[in-house]
């Protein structure tokens, strides 16, 4: 029999110090994770510089976590996997500077990791039948992509949010109805006990690029309704106003993620990203699939918001695939999608 195959995988490029230890690709042995974000709620937002700072302090701790959990010695690694861009520059070079340090005392091999193909891999984990190629949307804080995933390693951009992406677009507007940080899972919950048909907000198109979406005009849609409401001095039902604005996000995710894939003549369709974890999300596309034959995939909420084991499933296909990074690896804040630094 062939040679199990052990990653250890590291992600700090926003706010969440992750290490994770994957055997072949697809089996988690831990995922270990400390979320800063009870730290950034009480600045609304992520704050890079303090992002970075935590991440120095923890990241130790959760490497040392994740062997532990998986009781498993550095020794018994075949590489080192880290994700490299894209995301904010200092937090990203903790994790980057981390896994050079232990790749070069080890004597392992470094695989430097593209984040969102770490996402699109989280659908690897669970789903051991899923293989490219597939249609995924990528929706998470910082990106909404619609992507083809040609192979473990070709990726093709078929659209693209214009402006904010989906989980910036909740985030702002859980902000604006008094939610706090991060506001996708508290909208998540409050949009259940509301009416999503009470408020028409608008479904933005993009002209002549079918697949791309544009967030930032229902997001002024939602203040200038709460705007509207506070000067006629009534009172804002918040779960209408949050089922309503998810309805208008998701009912233009599903239409446009469903059309795109039938055009492409996909018969399989994943989501990935934090905002993939939105429950009326996953129902609607599973919906949409279901009556369009197409085989649905997604992740278990933990794999779906930022962790390691991700970039540990993307760094071993990554590794398989010959990929070697040398200790001149950088952070790469805008690192694009399918390209290899
Ligand atoms: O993938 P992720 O953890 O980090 C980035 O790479 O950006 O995504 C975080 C985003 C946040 O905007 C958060 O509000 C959103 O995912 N999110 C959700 C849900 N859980 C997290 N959005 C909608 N519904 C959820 N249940
Ligand atoms: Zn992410």
Do not use: W
């Amino acid at each position: 029999m062939d040679k199990d195959i052990y990653i250890l995988a590291i992600e700090s490029s926003c706010d969440e110090t992750a290490a994770a230890v994957i055997k072949n690709g697809r089996h988690v042995c831990s995922n270990v994770i400390f979320s800063q974000i009870e730290l950034h709620k009480l600045y609304g937002g992520v704050v890079p510089e303090i992002a970075s700072r935590k991440h120095i302090e923890k990241i130790n701790q959760v490497i040392e976590g994740a062997l532990r959990e998986a009781s498993m010695k550095l020794e018994q690694m075949d590489a080192v996997a880290v994700t490299y861009g894209p995301g904010l520059v200092g937090a990203l070079l903790v994790g980057v500077a981390e896994a050079k340090a232990i790749a070069y005392a080890a004597g392992k091999p470094l695989v430097g990791v593209h984040h969102i193909e770490g996402h699109i891999a989280a659908n690897y984990i669970e789903n051991l039948d899923l293989e490219p190629p597939f249609m995924c949307l990528v929706v998470s804080g910082g990106h909404t992509h619609l992507v083809k995933v040609k192979d473990y390693d070709k990726f093709e951009i078929v659209g693209r949010t214009r402006d904010d992406a989906a989980g910036e677009a909740f985030d702002k507007v859980a902000r604006a109805i008094g939610l706090g940080y991060p506001g996708g899972p508290k909208i998540d919950r409050l949009a259940k006990e509301g009416d999503k048909e009470a408020i028409a907000f608008p479904r933005a198109k993009v002209e002549d690029h079918p697949y791309d979406f544009s967030f930032s005009g229902l997001k002024s849609s939602v203040l200038n309704y709460l705007n509207q409401c506070e000067m006629k001095g009534i009172t804002v039902n918040q779960a209408d106003v949050a089922a309503s604005f998810q309805y208008a996000v998701i009912d233009v995710l599903t239409t446009h993620t469903i059309q795109a894939t039938k055009a492409m003549g996909m018969d399989k369709l994943a989501v990935a990203g934090g905002v993939a974890s939105n429950s009326s999300l996953r129902e609607s596309l599973g919906a949409a699939c279901e009556k369009e034959r197409i085989r649905f995939y997604h992740p278990s909420p933990v794999f779906c918001t930022d962790n390691a084991a991700m970039i540990g499933t993307a760094g071993y296909y990554a590794y398989i695939n010959g990929v070697r990074h040398g200790l001149d690896l950088n952070a790469v804040p805008n690192l694009k999608l399918g390209q290899r630094l």
